[in-house]
């Protein structure tokens, strides 16, 4: 592929989207015209190779880590939950409404407390480990840690801080709750292109082997709860009407990255910083509903548009 699909709507400018809200200050600094999409490792369009921040398009992938150390995914639902909250990313309200608290590893809560899980000597350690992990689902040998967006994230993470600790109140934080923050909010300011999202994608979509390097990430028997929770929070409070929709495992980022996993076959990633309320990409996702909907390859069946 290439030239630039034209999804519906999705090359066209979606719209005023607030990256700034969501990221901090210097999230409204990103270049709103780019757009890239990454259907199948080998088939691109647009600005691939433009590097832009993973955000919480990393949470799955951390979850994923902490599920390969503890020898399975029932790590996940004791420790941190995977119910959908239907609430925004950062809600403060689910952490009272749901027992569990940290509720999944998908919103904040549950993905501070993922950080916290992964088994580690010190801080230098855990986030050696959680970069490595990145960069092997990603097949990259180094990718960057973009500085300006973790010292724009890391200054004003009054909010993410306050859930911290709380969880660690709640004896649901399992490492010191400001090393956690730190390394969380590092994970999320990781520089990734598009191809590296569908790369990451496609290792799922490959029984949780890298198809590029050969690396087992993942414990194939693990990959189907992985992606469960991919579908039924990866879009945080619209991942019912992307479940609608598209029919895809999924996970969006305030970074305007998206991947979405078609189990046993491929991944298709896309990038457009414009984001609607709900903090997801509003081209990136259209491009990636146009095509799995013109191959078909919804899990619950084909759903063109």
């Given at each position: 592929m290439h030239e630039e699909p034209r999804p519906s709507g999705a090359a066209r400018a979606g719209g005023p989207g607030d990256a700034g809200r969501a990221v901090g200050p210097?999230?409204?600094?990103?270049?709103?015209?780019?757009?890239?999409v990454v259907p199948i490792a080998v088939y691109v369009a647009g600005d691939v190779d433009y590097r832009f921040s993973i955000q919480s398009v990393s949470k799955p992938f951390t979850a994923g880590l902490v599920m390969q150390q503890y020898g399975g995914p029932a790590?996940?639902?004791?420790k941190i939950g995977v119910e959908p909250t239907g609430l925004p990313f950062n809600s403060k309200l689910a952490l009272d409404l749901y027992k569990a608290h940290s509720v999944n590893p998908l919103v904040n809560a549950g993905a501070i407390a993922a950080v916290s899980l992964v088994k580690a000597k010190n801080e230098k350690d855990r986030w050696a480990k959680?970069?490595?992990?990145l960069e092997g689902f990603s097949g990259e040998k180094h990718l960057p840690v973009l500085e300006t967006v973790y010292d724009s994230e890391y200054s004003t993470a009054t909010g993410n801080r306050g859930i911290a600790n709380l969880l660690f109140n709640w004896e649901r934080l399992y490492a010191?709750?400001?090393?956690?923050?730190?390394?969380?909010?590092?994970?999320?300011?990781?520089?990734?292109?598009?191809?590296?999202?569908?790369?990451m994608g496609a290792t799922l979509a490959n029984g949780g082997v890298?198809?590029?390097t050969g690396r087992r990430m993942l414990d194939?028997?693990?990959?189907?709860?992985?992606?469960?929770?991919?579908?039924?929070?990866?879009?945080?409070?619209?991942?019912?009407?992307?479940a609608f929709d598209t029919g895809l495992p999924a996970k969006t980022g305030v970074g305007g990255g998206?991947?979405?996993?078609v189990p046993g076959r491929f991944a298709i990633a896309a990038f457009s910083p414009r984001l609607n309320e709900a903090g997801n990409s509003v081209r990136a996702q259209k491009a990636i509903r146009y095509i799995a909907g013109q191959l078909g390859v919804?899990?619950?069946?084909p759903n063109p548009e």
């Open positions: 210097c999230g409204a600094r990103a270049h709103r015209g780019r757009y890239g790590i996940i639902a004791e959680i970069l490595d992990n010191d709750p400001e090393e956690s923050l730190r390394v969380y909010t590092r994970e999320c300011s990781v520089g990734v292109n598009t191809v590296d999202l569908a790369m890298n198809p590029k194939e028997s693990s990959v189907p709860e992985l992606l469960a929770i991919m579908q039924t929070a990866g879009f945080y409070d619209e991942s019912g009407r992307w998206i991947v979405a996993v919804g899990i619950y069946g």
